[in-house]
């Protein structure tokens, strides 16, 4: 929305120029500040020129992304980079006051201070060796199988995966309802190759082993029937994360971090995983913008590889 009273503006003029007087103007900032700001955006005109061509409302956080990783390559210490951001972000900002932009997509852009907290993520020929690891021939195989398909198709929490109870499951649409932090539900699809796995443990194996308990409301029970625990999860996937050679510090947490991870590289729409992560802010979600996509894209076809 344009600001009130201002005239319409020209979409073909070069708007460095107004958002420059309006620093200095509206905002006072200093004459050293002013310099910083023309500066910093200099280099992402000239970068954008080069890499990105075309109208600004175009540019999405992917393109963004490549923007980040060109200003490491610069050699610039993280504060630089972090100052370049914070400058691009308050020039989007008024690109949207003065009605030339409708969303602000510099704001999910990951600071370089956050860079060393990045989660452990997978890559996609890492996650098939982990989810072929447990035996096809044996019925915690199987259970295992199952749950880490669940894992990483769902990107739910170890939390949550071993609180889901077979009501929870839709196998013919696909579908599982989870609960998360707070108590809050939410519901997330299954890919095929989760529901397949599913499916035939749930119709043979998990009968068997909750035989002699009944009363058992889980869906991943141990071997005498009991649900499995967080720790017991933990412990399936670091087993044959070991057992097939990665990395020793894996987790069920690496599995979720590697769904989101493989799903913004493969396009998908960083909102639409921020619900299904059952993240309450988009803030939490955007630390996996910070990826390499072009290397993840070779390998998906469409943002899921098991959808």
């Known amino acids: 929305m344009a600001l009130p009273g201002a005239a319409r503006?020209?979409?073909?003029?070069?708007?460095?120029?107004?958002?420059l007087h309006y620093l200095m103007a509206e905002c006072?900032?200093?004459?050293?500040?002013?310099?910083?700001?023309?500066?910093d955006l200099a280099r992402f005109i000239r970068w954008r020129k080069a890499h990105a061509p075309g109208p600004l409302a175009a540019l999405d956080v992917a393109n963004l992304t490549g923007y980040v990783d060109y200003l490491g390559r610069c050699g610039l210490?993280?504060?630089?980079?972090?100052?370049?951001?914070?400058?691009?972000?308050?020039?989007?900002?008024?690109?949207?006051?003065d009605g030339r932009l409708?969303?602000?997509?510099?704001?999910?852009?990951?600071?370089?201070?956050?860079?060393d907290r990045l989660p452990t993520v997978l890559g996609p020929a890492a996650v098939d060796r982990l989810l072929s690891a447990p035996s096809p021939e044996t019925r915690l195989g199987r259970r295992d199988r199952a749950a880490l398909e669940t894992l990483y198709a769902t990107g739910c929490r170890a939390s949550e995966v071993v609180g889901l109870r077979p009501s929870d499951l839709d196998l013919q649409v696909g579908l599982a309802r989870c609960v998360g932090k707070g108590d809050k539900e939410r519901v997330v699809p299954l890919g095929s190759r989760a529901r397949v796995a599913l499916t035939a443990y749930l119709a043979k194996d998990r009968p068997a082993l909750v035989a002699r308990r009944p009363e058992t409301t889980a869906v991943f029970v141990s071997r005498g029937g009991r649900p499995l625990s967080r720790v017991t999860l933990?412990?399936?996937?670091?087993?044959?994360?070991?057992?097939?050679g990665l990395r020793a510090d894996v987790s069920p947490h690496t599995l979720r971090h590697s769904f989101a991870t493989h799903l913004l590289a493969g396009g998908a729409d960083l909102?639409?995983?921020?619900?299904?992560?059952?993240h309450a802010s988009i803030a939490t979600t955007q630390i996996y913008t910070r990826v390499e996509l072009s290397r993840l894209r070779e390998v998906h076809a469409r943002f899921h590889p098991r959808s």
């Open 102 to 115: 409708s969303e602000n997509v510099a704001k999910l852009l990951v600071a370089p201070a956050v860079w």
């Open 77 to 97: 210490a993280p504060s630089s980079v972090g100052r370049h951001l914070a400058s691009l972000s308050t020039f989007f900002r008024f690109l949207i006051f």
């Open 271 to 278: 909102r639409a995983v921020q619900e299904m992560l059952g």
């Open 9 to 19: 503006p020209d979409p073909h003029r070069d708007p460095m120029g107004p958002f």
């Open 234 to 244: 933990w412990r399936i996937v670091k087993t044959h994360a070991l057992a097939t």
């Open 28 to 39: 006072g900032v200093s004459p050293n500040t002013l310099a910083a700001y023309r500066a």
